[in-house]
């Protein structure tokens, strides 16, 4: 997974904004994000999917394809403006990406630079509870994921806001980073 700082510049977040800034696996897990990788539709796949799960008793999954050819156009921009929205969840993040390919972005400690992912099939990621990302498909608007879950229900999605900075799950999060 290639990790780097986010360039900042306007323009379409399908696109690599790459500041060839690189961020270090160890500024990731300081920030409280983990990668896995395994080959999607194998046995490893399936075990590393299962170990992450029973980690944080995550009982449920689906799966979600963000492409045109499969949503139709309307359906497909509505899904991924939601997912460009900065937001955070009320539980951890668990995706692993099964086919395709596309950006994860957290905001790095001191709040005003991202930190982008490039995700490829095989990845694995887990965003801690109350850190602020986003999703981006790539440029070749067509990527599949499985998404874990506690509940049925998945995860609240809180966009970023003054009321999203005094919720506890926020407050907690970024005690981790002191």
Do not use: C
């Not at 689906?62 to 949503?71: G, H, L, S």
């Amino acid at each position: 997974m290639r990790v780097y700082q986010y360039d900042n510049l306007p323009g379409n977040g399908r696109l690599p904004h790459d500041s060839g800034i690189n961020v270090s696996a160890t500024d990731l897990v300081a920030l409280g994000v983990t990668h896995s990788f395994a080959v999607p539709q194998t046995a490893a796949a399936d075990t590393l999917v299962a170990r992450l799960a029973s980690e944080r008793t995550f009982a449920h999954e689906d799966e979600i394809t963000y492409a045109p050819a499969v949503m139709g156009q309307a359906a497909y921009e509505a899904a991924i403006a939601e997912t460009w929205e900065e937001h955070i969840h009320d539980e951890d993040e668990i995706r692993y990406i099964t086919r395709g390919s596309g950006y994860f972005d957290v905001r790095k400690s001191d709040d005003t630079n991202w930190v982008r992912m490039k995700v490829v099939a095989g990845d694995a990621i887990v965003l801690p509870k109350g850190i602020y990302h986003r999703f981006f498909v790539d440029e070749n608007d067509d990527v599949t994921m499985t998404r874990l879950f506690k509940s049925p229900e998945h995860i609240t999605q809180d966009n970023r806001s003054a009321e999203t900075e005094a919720l506890q799950v926020r407050k907690a999060y970024l005690a981790t980073l002191e």
